[in-house]
């Protein structure tokens, strides 16, 4: 084989192992770099029913229990209201804007910067019968704050979720958390699965059946934990 032949061959095999350690190094990258990311979430039921309001509440607080850190919640009185023809509806708000000029307000709007300049908002439940706030927290992993807007209709009951979920992924500790989304499922699936298990928990105890209105992301069975067909006939 001639000199120059064997020259070109080994500067093929030099830019070949170039771009094999090239791409070998952006896929490590992918794995160990840090990401933060941020997602909101809202679903509507409806609740054909003509179960008293105690037991609605009951059952959902009973259901957010169930994959919850901490749950919050507040009955307001409804004294001489008239029950609406058709239920409410969640409002959206801005807490660094509601507070701006406060130190809370300079707080928000930094940890809104941090979170990718996500807005950070709550849900306003003006109307409803119960609201709760609801956490489910791994520390230095996700982060899930879940509002819950119930409201009472001629027709039954109308249960509104918002929800702000926020993940860490990547880096050292990522590869152990990747490994437990595999054995156990991927945190989205949990935050679906609190939800779900709120609105089971309604079915099961007024005895009818929950319809989605709308919502964002879509729930599907395959995006729920394995481990919910343990307890769960899906």
């Not at 990311?37 to 957010?64: C, P, Q, R």
């Not at 058709?86 to 507070?99: C, I, K, N, T």
């Not at 979170?115 to 230095?140: E, F, N, P, Q």
């Amino acid at each position: 084989m001639s000199n120059r032949k064997i020259t070109k061959l080994l500067g093929l095999s030099a830019l070949t192992g170039m771009s094999l350690a090239l791409a070998g190094c952006g896929g490590l990258n992918q794995v160990l770099a840090d990401r933060s990311e941020t997602t909101e979430l809202y679903h509507i039921f409806d609740i054909k029913t003509t179960a008293d309001i105690d037991t609605v509440i009951n059952s959902a607080a009973d259901g957010l229990a169930q994959n919850s850190n901490s749950v919050r919640q507040n009955r307001p009185l409804m004294m001489g209201a008239p029950t609406p023809a058709a239920p409410g509806r969640f409002q959206l708000v801005d807490m660094s804007a509601a507070l701006q000029g406060t130190g809370m307000g300079v707080f928000l709007q930094m940890a809104s910067n941090n979170a990718g300049g996500t807005t950070l908002r709550m849900a306003k439940c003006d109307g409803a019968v119960w609201t709760s706030h609801a956490t489910r927290t791994i520390a230095g992993y996700t982060n899930l704050n879940l509002y819950n807007c119930l409201y009472e209709y001629k027709g039954g009951y109308q249960l509104d979720v918002y929800g702000v979920f926020q993940k860490n992924s990547g880096g050292l500790n990522g590869l152990t958390q990747s490994l437990a989304s595999d054995l156990v499922g991927t945190p989205e699936q949990w935050v679906n699965k609190t939800i779900m298990d709120t609105v089971r928990s309604i079915s099961a105890a007024t005895h009818s059946r929950v319809v989605q209105i709308e919502g964002q992301p879509k729930i599907a069975g395959d995006q729920l934990p394995w481990v919910d067909k343990l307890s769960n006939n899906n």
